[in-house]
């Protein structure tokens, strides 16, 4: 499985736009890519999925570039209830496949 | 996007008993489950993979006989902590996907508190 790598923390204010780089490497030929977001004491929370190309859902985009060796995750318009911890994973198509988590980004939004 | 859940969210119990956590995918059907285990201020660990009808697959580090995974059907798979110790005190999170290629979702976790 594809090891990620993403900065351990970022700060941001309300309303600004925060963009989160994973990198990785080692991905492979059929692997997507999924964001997902934790607050305290809950379950991750699936945000993004992608798989080579821009994805956009109603809260964020997700930019692959043609090597797909990282990705980036964009918030538009973040406020203080984004302040959570973001991971990047890489996973291939497979049913089965587990999926490993790095340590993500510590995201917090300031008033 | 699908839902899975677990119960109890939470449970305090005596050190040396057991206890069952549950997880459920409620529309969808699950052959493939995976449990989790997250300690404060650190990432999700993997600790098993649960497949329908057969035996769990543990990490490295992870003691099957401590950690009883059964999965009998396709919305449930249940982690029972056998003869739990303090250090078992932790939150655990189970996810499931409904297929080759969907994303996986995640419980909402149970916090075990073992005094």
């Known amino acids: 499985l594809a090891k990620t790598t993403q900065p351990i923390s970022m700060d941001s204010y309300e309303g600004q736009e925060v963009n989160i780089t994973c990198s990785h490497n080692?991905?492979?030929?059929?692997?997507?890519i999924t964001w997902y977001q934790q607050f305290p004491s809950q379950g991750p929370r699936f945000i993004i999925q992608?798989?080579?190309t821009k994805v956009t859902n109603e809260v964020a985009s997700l930019f692959i570039p043609a090597d797909g060796k990282s990705s980036t995750l964009s918030l538009p318009r973040v406020s203080l209830s984004d302040t959570a911890v973001y991971y990047c994973?890489?996973?291939?198509?497979?049913?089965?496949?587990?999926?490993?988590f790095g340590k993500g980004t510590t995201l917090s939004v300031s008033s | 996007g699908a839902v899975v859940s677990q119960h109890p969210s939470r449970v305090i119990c005596k050190s040396g008993t057991s206890v069952k956590i549950e997880c459920r995918s409620l529309?969808?059907?699950?052959?493939?489950m995976f449990w989790y285990r997250q300690f404060p201020k650190q990432s999700l660990m993997l600790m098993a993979t649960?497949?329908?009808?057969?035996?769990?697959?543990?990490e490295q580090g992870v003691e099957k006989d401590k950690f009883l995974i059964n999965h009998a059907s396709l919305t449930l798979s249940t982690l029972t902590v056998t003869s739990a110790h303090p250090e078992d005190s932790s939150f655990y999170i189970c996810?499931?996907?409904?297929?080759?290629?969907?994303?996986?979702?995640f419980g909402p976790g149970t916090r075990l508190l073992v005094l």
């Open positions: 996810s499931a996907a409904a297929g080759s290629g969907e994303t996986q979702y």
């Open positions: 080692n991905i492979a030929t059929n692997d997507y």
């Open positions: 992608g798989y080579k």
């Open positions: 994973l890489v996973g291939g198509e497979q049913a089965g496949t587990a999926l490993i």
């Open positions: 529309d969808f059907q699950a052959t493939t």
């Open positions: 649960s497949n329908e009808g057969s035996k769990a697959t543990y």
